[in-house]
């Protein structure tokens, strides 16, 4: 079974944004009004995390795109009392929508905060228009990125159809292909031939929060001073 | 005086707060509960409709004043079991006045514990899921076990000591209305008062009460896991299983405090709830009081040594910055002045009277819900990651519902003293019948 | 008193009993499914989808044309008269749907056609014996909709039963 990971090179990333939209875009995210901008209740999957550092006099801002860091033991699916959201075999946290009873349960456990609750019956801009591989949330549920898991189902199906295992590339997240200076790198971990792999492993890797022994997937790389 | 001449006058005193045409206040009471509990309701369905964007949550403070009112009454719901149950394992004399009111208090915040979950979810409609599908290693499920087993074992006991009580009522209220008398006829379940009966409902009482004990501890520990077990600052810490424990008998003792110098009050009972009783009960206030404050030391001492730094950020958002005036509140209503005046602080006067008892008690109840919104709120708003930092204020919707929590408590309280004897009499003339032959002979 | 509230629950149930029945829809033209299978047309060959897409599909005009507007079928031939209708004015025939999921499962016809080569008629019935079009989801499909008739024929196959595999 793969395990699929993604390396993020913030020395080669721009913070231009182009992965949050396209992944707004791809997963039917509403784009949000003043009022939930006011209540700090916008959905984003992926989103920049800024971090701020004051050295010396000297002000600087890292940005960091930031999404779900897809554990490996994810705090999340312990603490969920119906099983909505769970690590599938795909090594992917899943979160069924149409299970999820709306406790934000799994919301507070997560240490990262990079799970989001439909506050309101979701706007969708998007109507015939949507990506019809992912639902439009309803009211009252938690979300969270996927991995674009729905690429990952197209891929294998059309593989099993032709009768081939499934390429390497074949399947990609919407952030990774919207990636302009290909900071993002997606794939098995697993896989010791993998790009991936072989990054995850660099002296500048780094991941968020793991002495919390959550694991994480994502592994970033560190800028180069 | 004989015993017995005795113990019909204080069955008729008892009695009569069943027999008496409601007072004007009485009224007014009930119609203010009924306004609060529709007000409410509208603001409710409103939320349903719209969705829980109409309360104050916000991404990262999750959890609000609905969780703060969940823990709260799921808190107060302690003391009925506590004093009921504890207390009759151990034999204590000057619980039998407050037994009948404290599991009353039990029996009627723990529905409106569990239904501040309720409000709290996204989907009120998947409410049945965890009993459909449940994930065991979720706390809530533990909470959902735990829960309705004290509700349904709580709801039994306090039903069976009232048994008696009913039997009574049939026997000897021959002038009120025809309903009531039917409800006395069918519930008394053909009582009849034989020895045999006795010692049955004396054996499953006292049963009873062990495992309400053992589970008096699970529930509140079973909800404190809902914080404890996940890895939030503030939250995730081993003492917050006995704090909650502590807090919950703490704030339900005062508010069968409350509850029964009222009734006192307006029933003219003095004669049977006499400040004797009182004394001893604020005396057990003012140990639990220590206790709390122990505890909150402990906590905050811990924390504050580790110097974690996400831990940190949450000690010094409670202490010294946005949520400080509620921390230092809350400080101040549940330790310090409940202290002060229970302990006989400045000793010139004496303060421990019924009626500042009755102050400090509110006061208590107050700082208990603050003590709630602090553990809750600020962990929420100062996640591990520096997002934005979350700031959360409470709507009108959140108010509203909040106030038909207590409102509905409150009307089935007072439906309630309408209805049943508010002392349990059985108890209390077994406890004149054990006492009166010590006192002839010390006469 | 107990008996009429027997009777009212009873007069409940007669009510939600029929409420719950399928209500019937009215297609524009009456379809022989059996006319045509009788000539051994596959069911594929009209509904071109169901082995490589989601979605089987409704055929278009166009496909209907391809018999019914040809030398063996000429136009003058057919004794339909709103078909002749379409065919000539090049209009769509609007079909009713009658198959429906909801928006939050993920139902692919490629997978369980396409792949698992299930037979059509495990789900969508005798439609071959069929001589009028179809006004109501075949008893089989109602039977088994619902959650749980899915996972025991996934597990019972042993085919993946990962909830994010259906659900989305």
Not at chain 1, 2 to 9: E, N, Q, R, Y
Not at chain 3, 94 to 120: M, N, Q
């Amino acid at each position: 079974m793969p395990k699929f990971g993604m390396v993020i090179d913030l020395e080669k990333c721009t913070a231009c944004q182009a992965c949050v939209v396209a992944c707004a875009v791809e997963n039917n995210l509403p784009p949000g009004n003043i009022n939930d901008a006011q209540m700090n209740r916008i959905i984003r999957w992926l989103k920049i995390l800024p971090i701020s550092e004051a050295k010396g006099g000297i002000f600087k801002m890292t940005l960091i795109p930031f999404t779900c860091q897809q554990c490996s033991r994810p705090p999340c699916t312990y603490v969920c009392p119906v099983s909505a959201t769970y690590k599938n075999p795909d090594g992917i946290v899943a979160q069924v929508y149409w299970r999820c009873i709306g406790c934000r349960y799994c919301v507070n456990a997560c240490p990262y905060t990079i799970k989001f609750f439909n506050w309101y019956e979701p706007e969708n801009p998007y109507k015939e228009n949507a990506n019809p591989d992912v639902s439009i949330r309803e009211n009252g549920v938690t979300e969270k990125c996927l991995f674009c898991h729905h690429r990952l189902q197209r891929a294998k199906e059309a593989a099993k159809y032709e009768n081939r295992e499934i390429g390497v590339d074949e399947y990609q997240p919407a952030c990774v292909e919207a990636c302009p200076t290909k900071a993002i790198v997606f794939g098995d971990i697993e896989d010791a031939q993998s790009k991936v792999a072989e990054l995850s492993h660099s002296p500048r890797a780094f991941r968020f929060l793991e002495e919390l022994g959550t694991a994480p997937n994502i592994t970033y790389l560190k800028e180069i001073k | 005086m004989t015993t017995e001449g005795n113990i019909q006058r204080i069955e008729s005193k008892v009695l009569q707060s069943i027999i008496i045409k409601p007072s004007i206040g009485y009224r007014f009471f009930i119609l203010v509960c009924v306004f609060f509990i529709s007000l409410g309701l509208f603001f409710w369905i409103k939320q349903i409709t719209l969705g829980l964007g109409v309360t104050g949550l916000n991404t990262p403070v999750f959890w609000g004043v609905y969780i703060v009112n969940f823990v709260f009454f799921i808190g107060i719901s302690h003391a009925g079991t506590l004093i009921s149950s504890i207390l009759r394992i151990t034999d204590t004399q000057w619980r039998t006045p407050f037994t009948r009111m404290a599991e009353a208090i039990t029996v009627f915040s723990l529905p409106f514990g569990a239904g501040s979950v309720v409000i709290d979810l996204g989907r009120p409609d998947r409410l049945l899921h965890p009993l459909n599908f449940p994930h065991l290693t979720s706390p809530i499920i533990w909470d959902v076990l735990c829960i309705s087993t004290y509700l349904i074992t709580s709801c039994l006991y306090f039903y069976l000591a009232l048994v008696p009580d009913i039997a009574l009522c049939r026997d000897r209220l021959k002038n009120v209305s025809l309903f009531k008398q039917n409800i006395y006829k069918t519930l008394s379940l053909g009582w009849k008062g034989t020895p045999n009966d006795w010692k049955t409902l004396n054996k499953i009482l006292t049963g009873m009460s062990i495992f309400l004990f053992a589970l008096v501890i699970s529930v509140h520990t079973n909800v404190s896991f809902v914080f404890g077990m996940t890895l939030k600052p503030g939250w995730h810490t081993a003492v917050i299983g006995p704090y909650f424990v502590l807090g919950a008998i703490y704030s339900g003792v005062a508010t069968v405090i409350v509850v029964m110098a009222i009734l006192r009050r307006v029933y003219s009972l003095e004669e049977i709830v006499r400040e004797e009783h009182f004394q001893k009960i604020g005396k057990f206030l003012l140990t639990l009081c220590c206790f709390w404050f122990y505890f909150t030391v402990v906590e905050v001492l811990t924390t504050f040594y580790g110097g974690e730094s996400a831990h940190m950020i949450v000690f010094k958002a409670k202490f010294f910055e946005e949520y400080a005036v509620i921390f230092w509140l809350m400080f101040v209503l549940n330790f310090i002045i409940p202290f002060a005046v229970l302990s006989n602080f400045f000793s010139l006067i004496k303060h421990r009277t019924i009626p500042n008892m009755v102050i400090v008690s509110i006061i208590i109840n107050i700082g208990m819900w603050l003590e709630r919104y602090s553990i809750i709120v600020p962990s929420g708003a100062r996640p591990y990651l520096p997002w934005q930092t979350g700031h959360y204020l409470p709507t009108l919707t959140e108010w509203s519902i909040t106030l038909m929590l207590f409102s509905g408590f409150f009307l089935l309280l007072g439906v309630f003293i309408k209805f049943f004897p508010i002392i349990t009499l059985w108890e209390l003339k077994e406890s004149i019948h054990t006492s009166n032959p010590n006192k002839s002979e010390k006469n | 008193m107990v008996r009429r509230f027997i009777l009212a629950l009873i007069v409940v149930f007669i009510i939600y009993y029929f409420s719950m029945k399928p209500p019937e829809i009215k297609q524009p033209l009456n379809f022989n499914h059996k006319a045509h299978t009788d000539l051994l047309i596959e069911c594929i060959a009209c509904h071109r989808d169901a082995e490589s897409q989601r979605e089987a599909g409704i055929p278009n005009i166009e496909t209907c044309e391809l018999c019914h507007n040809s030398k063996n079928i000429p136009l003058w031939n057919i004794t339909s008269h709103s078909l002749k209708g379409y065919i000539t004015e090049k209009r769509q025939i609007p079909w009713e749907r009658i198959y429906k999921i909801k928006d939050h499962t993920l139902f692919s016809h490629r997978r369980h056609i396409g792949i698992a080569r299930i037979d059509c008629r495990v789900c969508h019935g005798a439609v071959k014996e069929m001589t009028e079009s179809i006004i109501r989801p075949s008893i089989e499909f109602s039977k088994q909709r619902g959650m749980n008739n899915c996972v025991d024929c996934h597990k019972k196959e042993r085919v993946v039963t990962d909830c994010l595999m259906c659900h989305r």
